[in-house]
């Protein structure tokens, strides 16, 4: 069963501590794994796509990086305006369909 | 471009009334979709469509109906509203297999 999993479900950090977040998957044919941004009240922002292992993709203080099994989300020197809800979703080579993990909400508090 | 629009953002229904969530996007995309995000549970696929005349269930598709007619509109029907189906509903597009873009969302609860 494809299935993927997020970790931790909450994380607090001091502004400037930098962290990860951790997404495990189990998909089969895995076509692509995203990273998506959510705000409170707003709908999910894309931010990264993953489409083999060892692949890497920077966005500012943002980090993605794929394994064959997991996906982390480095957070480099956070500040406020990252805190947010992280999603994380694998799409299945054979349907396409996207199967979403259930978060991570980032609190950075300065 | 707009992108992804969604209407209405709140809802109030009654257990038993039917009501049309409408979604639009400007994109000519192929692939459109509705999810459901509950706490805790992340977002859930209901229906989902990969062209005009095509649909089909995802997930969690009971208690909902979709059509699309046209590659822009992709409305989901609930028939007899349920408190189960207290949710914010977000619809979604894409081309192809690349990343999806989501609209704002539509907050319903059912009373």
């Known amino acids: 069963e494809d299935q993927v999993t997020q970790s931790p479900e909450a994380l607090r950090l001091q502004e400037g501590e930098s962290s990860s977040l951790n997404c495990s998957y189990t998909?089969?044919?895995?076509?692509?794994l995203f990273w998506y941004r959510q705000d409170p009240g707003k709908g999910p922002e894309f931010l990264f796509t993953?489409?083999?292992a060892g692949e890497e993709k920077e966005k500012e203080r943002l980090k993605a990086t794929l394994t064959k099994k997991e996906s982390f989300l480095h957070i480099t020197a956070p500040k406020p305006e990252d805190s947010a809800t992280y999603l994380c979703?694998?799409?299945?080579?054979?349907?396409?369909?996207?199967?979403f993990g259930q978060g991570t909400t980032l609190q950075v508090k300065p | 471009n707009a992108g992804v629009t969604q209407t209405p953002k709140f809802q109030v229904l009654k257990t038993g009334q039917s009501m049309t969530l409408q979604c639009a996007q400007d994109?000519?995309?192929?692939?459109m979709s509705w999810y459901r995000q509950d706490p805790g549970m992340g977002l859930r696929l209901i229906h989902y469509?990969?062209?005009?005349?095509?649909?089909d269930q995802g997930e969690v598709p009971n208690g909902y109906n979709v059509s699309r007619s046209t590659t822009e509109d992709f409305p989901l029907r609930l028939l007899s509203a349920a408190p189960s189906q207290t949710s914010v509903y977000f619809c979604?597009?894409?081309?192809?297999?690349?990343?999806?873009?989501f609209g704002p969302g539509t907050r319903l609860t059912v009373l």
């Open positions: 993953l489409y083999s």
């Open positions: 994109m000519n995309h192929e692939y």
């Open positions: 998909v089969s044919g895995l076509r692509g």
């Open positions: 469509s990969v062209g005009a005349g095509i649909t």
């Open positions: 979703a694998v799409q299945a080579g054979n349907t396409g369909k996207l199967i």
């Open positions: 979604a597009s894409r081309e192809g297999y690349n990343e999806q873009f």
